[in-house]
């Protein structure tokens, strides 16, 4: 693989000539202007970048990119990525998908390629509904969900993304909101990451979801119910007067008041983005009890899947002859000549 | 008819068929393919077939677990496994019993007597012992005790009892090679090969080899046992070796990619009878192949979607069951008209259906089984050699139209091995794959110029861009595109050319015409087949021909699009025959295609026609 080489490119150059057909007010407006002016700051390259996607809202996202872009079939764009990564080591890919198309119809490739650790940024857009197909619950729905298909409200245990990804494998779980100015930060730390980089954006959906992560994404408020992790930083939210410390007995996280700004006094602990069994416990943390956890809950890098097929094949094919001709007369052989027949 | 009259060997005879029946624990497949290498290496053309349960390793000594392996080996032109055996080799009762019903009237028994316990004979559901009771009157019988002799061949190297009677194959395998005059030299070099980190089993194994060969040399029968040698046959100059179908196409997608100078990249997820093309090509790596054992059938083929968007030649194979869940991939392929190949190894169905018993009953599935209007080619090998030839011909179909290739094989060419004249790559003519590199369409108002992703060549094909080629940047996708920028489009008339241009891309892919391959161009009766039938219907159209019958082999390989001269060729004939191992599918393709009054001949018990079969069929259709 070879390194990218930087260029330099203005958010304009990222844009379509395609008219953006969301609804007016959608959250994934905010996540495509972010994701654009996220690019230019990484020095990318548009024609090194490529945006594969399933099915769904967030899956029209390819199509306002200025990049190389594949919308391809519900629930599928990790396999269709992984072959294109396995294909070719330095396309710079990036997957969209939402809570439908990567936890419910796609739940199984999205275990597959965190697992295997493919060398990509995979943005989730969370927004607890079917939107495309006009307002049914979906696997994140909360219990409860009204919707069309579920009039009397929905009965079943939601999703947790990000708990998912983290319990597939991933070595890096980020998280963020549609309209959070942190969230190109997110992105760029899961660009950094050599490997499978799950990003979960919860993301408005205003015509059949409004509002519904407002107790935490609205900004009254936001200092009390947001907790923006920062490796090497402890864990304080509200303005630094709270903040989360280790219940030892228990073995889980328990908020703590900070008295003086003396977090240390408090027992609050520092966040190292390389501890998973921290990680595991930030993506349990419910929401209400505690703030929500935001910013890079894990970022552990370990060999990628790519690098291992690479490496594999060139040990694979040291000192073999590729002389096809050779390769078809392999094994036990007979020659004849006229009539007469000759082992060789 | 086969008559009921004893048929006994000759010494010297044209064609023989040896059938090797045991325990699907007693190594007959292998027996079965060490005795087909000996056999082409003695010059014999060759047909086989293996037929073995589903089950791993089922319970010893059941009917249902009795795994057997068929090989037709002659002077002359062999094209099938055989109908009947001369010599069946029942290493167990069960065996016995399956595999009883098709043995020649005369043929030979050879049992293993030691395996004829109370207690097998129970498992078998023989009241008697049919070694004993007579009712093996009509064959002849050889019944002595290999578990015996073999125990006492390979005492000196001190194995345990089980051990020990693990190489009772090999004994049988050494009195099979005895008894069709065979060299014993390359089998105790590949054994030695096999074991070289055991050499105390690869040493008993060729004593036991050894004891076999020399109880039919020395031993004083009178009766059955004899010497009995087939002559080579006469066949083109050349270097030879035997392939099975997996084999040739895993070797002929190798050399597909290499004509399309593309690096390849096949997705596979495992499933019988497909698995082998995988395992095959995980070990060709240094050919430049990439392959990718996914989580399911549908990431085995969107995953070599997402390779050939990016630049390689995608493969995916699967079977029956697997290729239905592949269906809409192939239409994402279609409609982004993306170069893939997608091998189907065919077996019984519906459903899981028989995992290891051939049927050509995934043809509507080909043709037909997609959703919306997705037409994409379909090609049919029809042995285990010419799997090779079909593999590169889908691979050009591919690259040179842009467009997914159905190859359909199945469990009894995947399986079989022929003897096969190895070709020389340099004969065949290469189809390098083009990747646009600048921007292929007018001028805009700016005076730059732009790019066309969906701008078609003479052939139809739009140009393969790969990401990461600077300037060309472009979306794709499933969503209907307008018929040249690519972008998405929802406008009726576009979506009305699209169709236009995606059916008459396929339908005008240059397809040779089709011969007939055996008789005259028109008469009273084709016998049209495709896939893996051509072997009986060969012999059994040369048969009736030798009886004076007018009748012609038309064998299909192209069959979507179909050749541009196979109507008026079907129309020449008063009548058409259509045999095929499902409930008339391809008979139904060929009406649809050409209004030709196709008459069907059809079986689905999981295996091959017989050539009796198809002789009856043929002289009932002239009656």
């Known amino acids: ?344 | 008819m086969a008559t009921q009259a004893k048929q006994p060997l000759t010494e010297n005879p044209e064609a023989v068929v040896v059938r090797f029946a045991g325990d699907s624990g007693d190594g007959m497949q292998l027996t079965g393919g060490q005795f087909t290498l000996s056999t082409a290496l003695a010059g014999n053309d060759l047909a086989t077939f293996p037929d073995f349960p589903a089950e791993i390793r089922a319970p010893q000594g059941t009917l249902f677990g009795v795994s057997a392996f068929q090989i037709n080996f002659g002077s002359r032109e062999i094209n099938t496994a055989g109908d009947a055996p001369d010599v069946l080799v029942a290493m167990n009762p069960a065996a016995l019993k399956v595999n009883l019903a098709s043995l020649k009237p005369g043929g030979l028994i050879i049992a293993d007597t030691g395996e004829f316990s109370k207690r097998n004979l129970d498992k078998a559901k023989y009241g008697t012992n049919p070694l004993e009771d007579g009712s093996l009157a009509k064959w002849d019988v050889l019944a002595f005790d290999i578990s015996a002799l073999t125990i006492e061949a390979v005492k000196p190297f001190g194995l345990g009892n089980k051990d020990a009677l693990r190489c009772k194959n090999m004994w049988t395998l050494g009195l099979a090679l005895w008894m069709f005059d065979r060299d014993r030299g390359p089998l105790q070099e590949w054994l030695r090969q096999k074991f070289r980190t055991k050499p105390d089993i690869a040493d008993a194994n060729i004593a036991a080899l050894d004891a076999g060969h020399a109880y039919g040399e020395t031993a004083e029968l009178s009766g059955p046992l004899r010497q009995v040698h087939v002559d080579p046959v006469a066949s083109d100059p050349g270097l030879y070796r035997t392939i099975t179908g997996a084999e040739a196409v895993s070797l002929g997608l190798v050399a597909g990619a290499q004509l399309a100078e593309l690096p390849m990249f096949f997705g596979g997820y495992p499933i019988t009878p497909a698995s082998a093309i995988l395992h095959h090509l995980a070990r060709l790596k240094e050919f430049g192949v990439t392959t990718f054992q996914a989580e399911d059938e549908i990431a085995a083929i969107c995953a070599a979607i997402g390779a050939s968007y990016a630049g390689s030649l995608g493969v995916t194979s699967s079977s029956g069951p697997g290729i239905a869940l592949k269906g809409e991939a192939m239409g994402l392929a279609i409609m982004t008209e993306l170069p893939l190949v997608i091998v189907n190894s065919q077996r019984g169905g519906p459903s899981t259906g028989l995992p290891t018993k051939t049927e050509q009953s995934d043809l509507y599935q080909a043709v037909y089984g997609r959703n919306g209007d997705a037409p994409m080619p379909v090609i049919a090998c029809r042995s285990p050699g010419d799997a090779f030839e079909v593999a590169i011909e889908a691979c050009r179909i591919a690259v040179e139209y842009m467009t997914p290739v159905m190859l359909l094989t199945d469990g009894y060419i995947a399986n079989a091995a022929e003897p096969w004249k190895v070709p020389d790559p340099a004969n065949y003519t290469p189809f390098p794959a083009k990747f646009l590199t600048e921007k292929n369409g007018p001028a805009n108002d700016d005076g730059e110029a732009t790019l066309l992703p969906y701008k078609r060549d003479e052939k139809g094909a739009r140009p393969w861009i790969k990401p990461g080629t600077p300037d060309l940047m472009h979306r794709i996708g499933g969503i209907e595109k307008d018929a040249l920028t690519g972008n998405i489009s929802y406008d009726p008339a576009n979506h009305q050319h699209m169709t236009d241009l995606r059916k008459g891309k396929i339908d005008n892919i240059a397809v040779p015409d089709q011969e007939v391959c055996l008789g005259e161009t028109s008469g009273k009766l084709a016998v049209v087949g495709w896939g893996s039938t051509y072997g009986p219907i060969h012999q059994a159209v040369g048969r009736a021909r030798r009886k004076g019958l007018d009748v012609s082999h038309i064998h299909v390989r192209h069959i979507s699009p179909m050749p541009a001269n196979l109507g008026d060729l079907l129309r020449g004939f008063d009548k058409v025959l259509v045999p095929e191992m499902n409930t008339g599918q391809f008979k139904t393709v060929l009406r649809d295609q050409f209004l030709v009054d196709a008459q069907p001949l059809t079986k689905t018990s999981g295996q091959p026609f017989t050539i009796a079969e198809l002789e009856a069929a043929i002289e009932g259709a002239l009656a």
């Open chain 1, 1 to 344: 693989m070879n390194a990218p080489v930087k260029i330099e490119t203005t958010l304009k150059d990222w844009e379509t000539d395609q008219e953006v057909r969301w609804c007016p007010g959608c959250g994934d407006y905010a996540i495509l202007k972010a994701v654009q002016r996220t690019l230019p700051q990484l020095g990318a390259n548009p024609a090194n970048t490529c945006f594969i996607s399933g099915i769904g809202c967030s899956s029209r996202f390819p199509y306002y990119m200025e990049t190389y872009g594949f919308h391809t079939i519900h629930g599928r764009a990790p396999a269709f990525a992984t072959g294109a990564k396995l294909a070719n080591p330095d396309l710079d890919i990036w997957l969209v998908t939402g809570d439908g198309d990567g936890l419910s119809i796609g739940g199984n490739h999205l275990m597959h390629v965190l697992r295997r650790n493919v060398n990509m940024q995979i943005m989730l857009f969370n927004n607890e509904i079917y939107g495309l197909t006009k307002g049914q619950y979906s696997p994140t729905s909360r219990e409860g969900t009204k919707s069309p298909s579920t009039p009397l409200g929905s009965y079943d245990h939601p999703a947790r993304p990000a708990a998912f990804a983290l319990g597939a494998g991933a070595r890096f779980v980020g998280r963020g909101f549609d309209v959070s100015k942190n969230l190109p930060e997110v992105l760029k730390a899961a660009h950094a990451h050599q490997g499978a980089a799950f990003i979960e954006i919860f993301q408005n959906c205003i015509v059949y979801n409004k509002d519904v992560f407002d107790d935490f994404a609205a900004p009254k408020g936001a200092e009390d119910r947001q907790l923006w992790l920062e490796n090497g930083k402890p864990m304080l939210f509200a303005k630094e007067t709270k903040g989360l410390t280790l219940d030892r007995d228990a073995l889980c996280l328990k908020v703590v008041d900070v008295v003086d700004g003396d977090w240390e006094a408090a027992g609050v602990i520092v966040h190292d983005v390389t501890n998973r069994s921290i990680a595991h416990m930030l993506v349990e943390m419910p929401f209400g009890p505690f703030p929500m956890a935001l910013g890079v809950l894990y970022d552990d890098p370990r060999p990628t899947f790519e690098t291992a097929a690479i490496e594999e094949r060139a040990r694979a094919s040291e000192g073999k002859d590729t002389n096809l001709a050779k390769l078809l007369a392999k094994g036990q052989t007979w020659t004849v000549s006229g009539t007469a027949q000759d082992p060789v």
